[in-house]
């Protein structure tokens, strides 16, 4: 008889602990907000303590004159991609500072929280909860993975915060069942699509290769591109995977090479893509093969990692009529700022950019000031402005959000690389 | 006297690489205008450091001429380099493309000046001075710092010790940590500003670690009973104190505690090194997410809708899929176990490393069963009564939950036969055999007992994440869970809960530096390691076999030689 | 060993059993291997020269693995420990070749005169080297020695920590793009053998990488150092006693693995192109399985584990009929296989209870 008490105590406790957790719902936080998280203790008003704060419900977001208006990132800064992560920080920041530079809102600045959503939704589950945690977030960029954004999704959609990627690309980020995820990057499916048309119509190859990085992405792309292709009644010889970080492809090229297709088409990043242009040179088979990439290798680390294998190569970009003046702005600030060129990180600055955009916007079209000086934003007017985006001119052209919160802008481009640099030969808005 | 201007000299050019690597990755311009004060700090605590061990057999005299040496090396060496970085900047070379913190406002913080001033080229001469003097004034302090520090200790040693009073501290502190959690938690009080949340977090965490040397240092018996209680009903608040973000820590903390109590047995107790424990966690999860989201599975909808089931809702519910994951962890447990059995040490760590990669690969893979990269989505939240417990204070509350279970039953079997035989196959498999272990069984059981456990933790990550995807279960995870163990302190129960949170929690906490957080995290790793091999919280076996008479005689004879 | 120590009959029965079991169904599944590469091959139809194309491809690969192997090999025949960062430190070698290159492309080396260039890609490698030896070195001086008395899992965490800290210390220092070798005209591209296309890097890394193990081998095998090394390894404390300074033998082994190591960034770089922060990780990893694959502790195991490595990964996937993603999987079930024969490593001595 010495350890059943504490043990009868201990089960107890846990089972009052349930019990409570069960019941806490049922004392009505906000009755007006049924889709609203159990209020914490951080958000609730709990006293005649609390801050002049009128109407400071859940619901809305009360800054007082003198702070910033918060918008969350999740970017993937750390794991596997941390370059285009990056580059994706660096222009939601650009974004923030232009948003001040032209006077805020009402006087109120932007602020950008950046967190590290390391492209896992693990990290990404953590990212939103601590952004729905944060009673002053008032909308989140991000995150930069498929995989990190669904970890956002479930958490943010709960805690009525409004979302826009700039790059998650899988179809299921957006749908009728989530009207807080919206994003700017175009799912994959019409990349893949367009690509295969391309090769299969324009180019006139029959038979070809597929390759992709084992990512959500470069999978996902690199399935539909097989698919489509098929469909037109091309032959797709292989379907090799390999590994982001992969740097010696030579042993499945042997094997593509045995089949002598025309096109090597490889959904994945910069540097594979790169790597895999370069040393398909060396393979029996494929000295006369062609290579194609999708929007992940656009950019100029593509080619300085390629060299004089890039040439001739194709390059896939889902972009808009780019305001060629908007975007040397942005460049010419991005580089005064960070001291390098947004293309040698990765491909989304400009959508990263426009995500920014769209939501600071947005929160004009609904942020009032009340009596006494403080900028009250609606979560629900934020949500339905941020899906009401129309006609917005952002840098990768001009934004639009669908019913379902694609709000990407713009179609698929396909380029060449001459004389080490990219040249438009296909696709939309070419003349 | 050469013997000890070369020690100066050392610590001087060790000192120069410290300060070098800090400015390389940019830390001066992440401080700014407090630059040149942190760096004197860094440069104060690095020399105290060195020197301490010579403030007590030398005169104040020569350790502050050692400090003094250290400074003027390590200070000349920092305004060459930071002065070289300067030069270049200021005639227009970009440094960035190939260093990337190396920019303007970086060098800037180390002289205290504007950033045009070295983007344009405008420095002094006595600019240029400037790194050295901080680092030799840094220097100084932190030799006078080993000195009086010294003497505080000496004239400290004289006096008695009280232990009573310092075990009623340890006791109280977990309570006092979580009044301040609590007090914290009114929104009137705006302690940490924006980062009120991490702090109250840290605080949270530290609550719970403390809770575990409490209840060590409390007196067995009945006070340790009391205060064991009064520290679990501490504990079962805590997810009702605490905030979304901060339950939602708590809750992958109490799930890497659940996986790392399995893998304590693994490894802890019988002794097998595992590297590839991740497969169980994934066999855990991703059979949850068959059974509660079948639609999301290519192979699986097809299936049920040719046996003519509906595919579009789970096929059980979380209670109910708990026994079947288990089995299906201890199955898996006991088949990658059986190869392996005659594995010993590295060559079983490299081989279960094998394994859990394949399985990842597998998951990769197999995209009609798994959908691939594009993973398991819209997974069932575990449900009680209708109500929905898929938010993190209830996840955190189910993972105490199945941590209390995991570990009640890990507790009864480490004092059982088996327990027993798991001890006698890590200390010596030869002699455990020849005294009747059957060395196959008890081994399977090690395997097939921790996989439930990891199956267990799987399941309910799944039922978190509510998305799954192949990259949730890398390598890293099996990494995580391993050095939990270890710096816990091997085959200790509650070690695995203080080296989850020092693990998991902690890079959470250290979110506040972002780019740095996991530099931060390894270093830690390194330096914990090396002053506290044992653990932080070793089991009392542990803790006597490291540091129990023989075992110190036998470490002298090997320092002697 | 087990056999000297009195069992009682009825387990040791039953070990035999299990014993019997694993090894029936590794047979059946090397079979099953063998049966379907058989088919493939007969169905697939490949011409010759691609299975010495995947050959080759092969060979390059498992000499990277076997540079880095040699490194773990080393060290663990020495301190009995994994020394889990050793890919770091071919990376981190890899990083300080690149600044040698991108140094002698400034001064112009590069487009000189063919001997010229020779020198200067044997500089670059020498600086990749010197970096990765000072790297293993004070790796060891700070994350290692201090717990050389430690239970065995505590310094295998802290080089997990010392990995993880040298990865993300590049990532800082060196920001987030890969850093490109450019490889001058002199390596770049090739010679046929026949239709076999063998690039000038590999034929370097292979040739190198037997060129260093030979040089290892008559190290350890023919020197006082290598002798004093030798007798470290059989009994640290024993050696001590015999006047070895085993702390300067540890610190000369740290030496010698992370020169190779640093030889294998820098080849690495030329051959791939590229040196990022993760560069080091995966080939570690595969070097590591390698050593162990070839009986951990022993020089020519080492090497003939990279080698088999690299090519059952290269030809694996052809012969097999499966996808290129599932060529870590041939590595390990190939591991797995072998040590369920020969638990102790292709060839590796039966280990003694010490390193147990």
């Known amino acids: ?431 | 006297m050469t013997e000890r201007h070369s020690r100066g000299i050392r610590i001087g050019l060790i000192g120069f690489g410290g300060l070098a690597y800090l400015t390389l990755i940019g830390l001066p311009g992440r401080l700014e205008a407090s630059a040149p004060i942190v760096m004197a700090v860094v440069a104060a605590i690095g020399v105290g450091l060195a020197l301490r061990s010579d403030a007590q057999r030398h005169p104040p005299a020569v350790v502050l001429r050692q400090a003094l040496i250290a400074g003027v090396i390590g200070g000349t060496f920092i305004a060459i380099l930071v002065g070289v970085f300067a030069a270049l900047l200021g005639s227009g070379v970009r440094i960035q493309p190939v260093l990337d913190k190396i920019t303007p406002p970086n060098v800037a913080a180390w002289y205290g000046r504007p950033t045009p001033a070295v983007a344009r080229g405008q420095l002094a001469a006595f600019d240029f001075l400037r790194p050295a003097l901080v680092v030799l004034l840094g220097s100084l302090a932190g030799g006078a710092v080993a000195v009086v520090a010294h003497r505080a200790v000496a004239a400290r040693s004289g006096g008695a010790r009280v232990p009573a009073q310092t075990r009623w501290i340890v006791i109280a502190l977990p309570f006092v940590l979580l009044l301040a959690v609590i007090v914290l938690g009114q929104p009137a009080v705006t302690i940490g500003g924006s980062n009120k949340g991490t702090l109250r977090l840290l605080l949270a965490m530290l609550a719970v670690a403390a809770g575990l040397f409490a209840v060590r240092a409390a007196r067995l018996g009945r006070e340790r009973r009391v205060i064991s209680v009064a520290l679990l009903a501490g504990l079962v608040t805590l997810p009702f104190l605490l905030d979304q973000f901060q339950n939602a820590v708590m809750g992958i903390v109490f799930i890497f505690v659940m996986m790392g109590l399995g893998l304590n047995i693994v490894v802890g107790y019988a002794g097998l090194l595992d590297l590839g424990y991740v497969a169980f966690f994934a066999i855990g999860a991703y059979a949850y997410a068959f059974l509660s989201a079948p639609f999301s599975s290519p192979w699986f909808s097809q299936q049920l809708s040719a046996l003519g089931l509906p595919a579009d809702q789970p096929l059980l519910s979380f209670w109910q899929s708990i026994p079947i994951v288990m089995i299906l962890a201890a199955v898996g447990g006991i088949l990658l176990g059986t190869p392996v059995l005659r594995l010993r040490g590295d060559y079983l760590a490299i081989v279960t490393l094998g394994f859990g990669e394949i399985i990842r690969l597998f998951m990769l893979n197999l995209a009609d069963l798994t959908n691939g990269p594009r993973g398991l989505l819209n997974l069932a939240p575990p449900t009680l009564f209708g109500y929905n417990l898929g938010n993190p204070r209830d996840i955190f509350i189910l993972a105490l939950l199945g941590t209390a279970a995991i570990a009640f039953v890990a507790f009864r079997l480490e004092r059982s036969r088996i327990g027993r035989a798991w001890v006698a196959i890590r200390e010596d498999e030869d002699a455990a055999q020849a005294m009747g272990v059957d060395l196959a069984r008890i081994k399977l059981m090690a395997f097939a007992i921790g996989a439930t456990f990891a199956g267990m933790a799987g399941q309910l990550y799944a039922a978190r994440q509510v998305n799954i995807f192949p990259d949730n279960f890398s390598l890293f995870v099996s990494i995580d869970a391993l050095a939990l163990i270890i710096v816990g302190g091997m085959g200790s129960i509650p070690g695995v809960v203080l080296g989850a949170i020092t693990l998991k929690g902690l890079p959470e906490v250290l979110r506040g530096v972002d780019e740095y957080r996991i530099v931060l995290f390894a270093a830690l790793l390194v330096v914990m390691m090396i002053a506290r091999p044992e653990g932080l919280l070793p089991s009392e076996r542990r803790r006597l076999e490291l540091h129990g008479e023989s075992d110190a005689t036998t470490e002298q004879i090997a320092e002697a030689a | 060993m087990s056999q000297s120590l009195v069992v009682a009959p009825s387990l040791q029965r039953r070990a035999q059993t299990t014993r019997w079991i694993a090894r029936a169904i590794a047979l059946l599944i090397c079979a099953l291997v063998i049966a379907r590469a058989v088919a493939v091959s007969l169905a697939e139809s490949y011409p010759l020269t691609f299975w010495a194309s995947q050959l080759v491809n092969g060979l390059v690969l498992g000499g990277v693995y076997a540079l880095v192997a040699l490194g773990y090999t080393l060290v663990y025949g020495i301190l009995l420990m994994i020394n889990f960062a050793h890919g770091e430190v071919m990376m981190v070698g890899g990083v300080a070749g690149f600044f040698a290159l991108q140094l002698a492309q400034a001064l112009g080396w590069m487009r000189g005169p063919a001997g010229l260039v020779a020198v200067a890609l044997l500089v670059v490698m020498g600086v990749g080297m010197i970096g990765a030896m000072l790297t293993g070195v004070t790796l060891e001086r700070i994350a290692y020695r201090p717990l050389r008395n430690a239970p065995r899992l505590v310094p295998l965490i802290s080089a997990i920590g010392a990995s993880l800290f040298l990865q993300y210390s590049v990532l800082l220092v060196f920001g987030v793009s890969p850093l490109v070798y450019q490889r001058p005209a002199l390596i770049s591209g090739g010679f046929r053998v026949g239709p076999v296309f063998i690039p000038y890097t590999g034929l370097i890394i292979f040739v190198t990488s037997l060129a260093l193990m030979g040089a290892l081998f008559v190290i350890v095998q023919r020197t006082r150092l290598g002798r004093a090394m030798r007798a470290v390894a059989a009994d640290r404390d024993t050696a001590a006693l015999m006047g070895v300074d085993v702390n300067q033998i540890i610190t000369f082994t740290f030496l010698l693995g992370s020169a190779l190591a640093g030889a294998a960034g820098v080849m690495l770089g030329f051959h791939n192109s590229v040196i990022k922060f993760n560069s080091g990780f995966i080939p570690g990893l595969k070097a590591f399985t390698a050593a162990v694959m070839g009986g951990i502790g022993n020089i020519p195991g080492a090497m003939v584990g990279a080698l088999v490595l690299g090519i059952a990964e290269s030809i694996g996937p052809s012969a097999l009929g499966i996808p290129a993603e599932y060529k870590d999987i041939i590595a390990f079930v190939l591991l797995v296989l072998v040590l369920i024969f020969r638990p102790q490593g292709l060839l590796g001595e039966a280990l003694a209870e010490k390193k147990v």
Do not use: W
């Open chain 1, 1 to 431: 008889m010495k350890r059943p008490p504490i043990l009868l105590f201990a089960t107890s406790l846990t089972v009052c602990a349930l019990l409570a957790a069960c019941a806490a719902p049922a004392q009505p936080a906000a009755p007006a907000q049924p889709a609203q998280p159990p209020a914490e203790p951080t958000q609730t008003p709990t006293g005649p303590m609390q801050a002049p704060a009128p109407a400071a419900g859940p619901g809305t977001v009360v800054i007082p004159p003198g702070s910033k208006i918060r918008i969350g990132g999740s970017f993937a800064l750390t794991g596997p991609i941390p370059d285009p992560g990056k580059d994706i920080r660096q222009g939601a920041e650009i974004a923030i500072d232009d948003a001040n530079a032209a006077g805020g809102v009402n006087g109120f600045m932007f602020e950008l929280v950046a967190e590290d959503g390391a492209c896992s939704g693990d990290q990404g589950t953590v990212v939103g909860n601590k952004f729905a945690a944060d009673p002053t977030i008032v909308a989140v960029t991000g995150g930069t993975c498929s995989g990190e954004t669904f970890g956002l999704k479930p958490i943010l959609l709960k805690a009525r915060i409004p979302f826009v990627s700039p790059s998650a690309t899988n179809p299921a980020v957006t749908g009728e069942d989530c009207d807080v995820c919206n994003r700017v990057a175009l799912s994959d499916g019409l990349q893949g699509e367009v690509d295969a048309d391309f090769v299969f119509n324009t180019l006139g190859f029959k038979k070809v290769a597929v390759m992709h990085d084992s990512s959500d992405y470069g999978k996902g792309v690199a399935e539909i591109f097989r698919d489509a292709f098929q469909k037109l009644g091309g032959e797709v010889i292989a379907f090799e995977g390999a590994k982001v970080g992969d740097t010696d492809f030579r042993a499945p090229l042997t094997k593509i090479g045995a089949g002598q297709p025309d096109l090597i088409f490889f959904g994945g990043y910069a540097t594979e893509a790169a790597l895999i242009a370069q040393q398909m040179k060396e393979v029996a088979g494929l000295e006369n093969a062609k290579f194609m990439g999708v929007d992940g290798a656009y950019t100029q680390q593509y080619l300085d990692t390629a060299g004089a294998a890039a040439e001739g190569t194709y390059m896939s970009f889902v972009a808009g009529d780019t305001q060629k003046d908007k975007m040397d702005a942005f460049v010419e600030k991005y580089v005064a700022k960070f001291g390098i060129e947004p293309s040698k990180l990765g491909p989304f600055h400009g959508q990263s950019y426009d995500s920014v955009l769209l939501i600071v916007e947005a929160i004009k079209k609904v942020a009032q000031t009340d009596s006494a000086g403080n900028l009250v934003i609606d979560r629900e007017a934020l949500i339905k402005a941020i899906r009401g985006t129309s006609g917005l001119e952002g840098i990768t052209g001009t934004l639009t959000c669908s019913p379902i919160g694609e709000c990407g802008a713009g179609g698929v481009q396909v380029f060449t690389v001459e004389n080490g640099a990219f040249k438009q030969i296909f696709g939309f808005g070419l003349q």
